[in-house]
């Protein structure tokens, strides 16, 4: 009933207008599948707590950059936020209730909380999704980009494409687009792809199935998790929907290389529901 409840309340926020879906609510509710007992409410008075802090360090009239050495001294001087380098594939990094209790997190979900202050602070802010790193940019005119795993560190364009380089070498370069805003449905669809990888390599299936279910939500025409939907289904033998995904995907998804591998996960599956039935 739990789990039910929580996935409607999920579908509904992201029927709303991009202008009217919340970040940091969407990102706790993401996180209530796993925790039950979770207070989205209680979380959500924390973060008006910390902006009132913030309020109370920056000066009157402050402009971006003094406002950013505010949100900084509060978030990683004063209350201790940090990114968890030693365990960073650690689930709870992507929870944000966990990442609020812990003061630990990854590069998408401090983003996430400081996006979450600079909207009750009335500055302009958006995530910027690089290759294998996620930051923050703040103002318009003179705008600032800022890394909150990296205590809020200021980056020039160069420093982007330096830390693009440092994850991927000289297979990936930076590129223009790569600097563009996301919408909140592409930061929680980054956030859910996050998770459902860890759990892959956890083989966590049941774990790794309800994030893909979410990223279906959220991108309903994605071929991708439309296969992934199939392979983890069978996996926990929801054969029935298993089998509709696979053959749905068979039946839409461009010559590819995985076709004879998807084939012959279908045929499994078909075997294995047999013998069931």
Known sequence: MHWSLVRIRFEQLFERPETEIPLDLAALIVAQEE?????????LRRFDALADLVRSQRPPQAGVSESVDAINHVLFDLEGFHGNQTEYYDPRNSFLNAV????????????????????????????????????????????????????????????????VRQIYGDKVTLQADMLAPLTKRMIITRLLTNLKAIYVNQADPVRALAATERLLVLNPFSQRELRDRGVLGRQVKFYAQSESDLQRYLEIAAAGSDLEEIRRIKRDLEREWGIMN
């Open 35 to 43: 925790y039950p007992d979770l207070d989205c409410g209680s979380y």
């Open 100 to 163: 609020f209790d812990r003061k630990l997190g990854i590069p998408i979900t401090l983003s996430i909380v400081y996006l979450a202050l600079c909207k009750r602070l009335g500055i302009d802010a958006w995530g910027i999704g690089l290759p294998g790193h996620f930051i923050v940019a703040i103002g318009e005119s003179d705008r600032l980009i800022v890394d909150p795993f990296d205590r809020g560190a200021r980056l020039t364009i160069a420093d982007c494409a330096s830390r």
